[in-house]
């Protein structure tokens, strides 16, 4: 599991953990991220704001191969996630050479600052319910720049969390703004 926590503005903290026979225990260091430049609530898309809950990591883009378990794409320049709320691909990564183009709005997978390097995909809003927000990523933070809606990390860090993650083990994400005091009480995670 991988937990978001003690979020003030639009700064947490994250650390990552494995459950044993005596509960979660911590196995990394504790890394500072930025989240949404509105904090932590998100209610709908462009909203600034980073969702609050419990995700599955679902798979793992970036500009080149990277040491991971998960499954991994290749982002080329044609490669986008579209957050047009009226297209049949809203909260989709797809090849914009391969569908029909009838969205209006999008983020370039490869972008020219690079902080999409790498990207964990975070399986918010699976069900791509309009307008409820799209395209929630772990990527390479822009300094202490807030996201509008991600969460951006340091890249040395976000390299040792793709190489720690594992399918096989169903990796999830805990985003709450609880201290670490309260890291799996309130959601009954794995207790």
């Known amino acids: 599991m991988v937990k978001v926590y003690d979020a003030r503005g639009h700064t947490a903290k994250m650390a990552w953990f494995e459950k044993s026979t005596e509960g979660w225990r911590q196995v990394s260091d504790e890394w500072p991220v930025t989240i949404g430049r509105n904090g932590l609530g998100k209610e709908r898309e462009g909203d600034g704001k980073t969702p609050v809950g419990y995700y599955p990591l679902v798979d793992v883009y970036g500009y080149e191969t990277i040491d991971t378990k998960m499954p991994f794409f290749r982002s080329d320049e044609k490669l ?4 047009d709320t009226a297209s049949r691909y809203y909260n989709r990564i797809v090849d914009k050479t391969r569908v029909i183009e009838e969205f209006s709005s ?3 997978m490869r972008r020219d600052d690079d902080l999409y390097r790498y990207v964990i995909t975070v399986g918010y809003n699976r069900t791509r319910t309009p307008g409820r927000g799209s395209c929630i ?7 202490d720049k807030p996201t509008a ?5 340091p890249e040395k860090a976000l390299e040792k969390l793709l190489r720690w993650l594992d399918p096989k083990k169903r990796p999830v994400i805990l985003i709450e703004r609880w ?7 309130r959601l009954g995670v794995g207790e």
């Not at 986008?80 to 957050?83: E, G, S, W």
């Not at 809606?149 to 990390?153: A, F, P």
């Not at 201290?179 to 009480?185: G, H, I, L, N």
């Open 137 to 143: 990523f772990i990527h390479i933070a822009n300094g």
């Open 80 to 83: 986008i996630c579209v957050d």
């Open 179 to 185: 201290k670490p005091a309260a890291r799996f009480a």
């Open 106 to 108: 999008f983020e370039r």
């Open 149 to 153: 809606g991600c969460i951006g990390m």
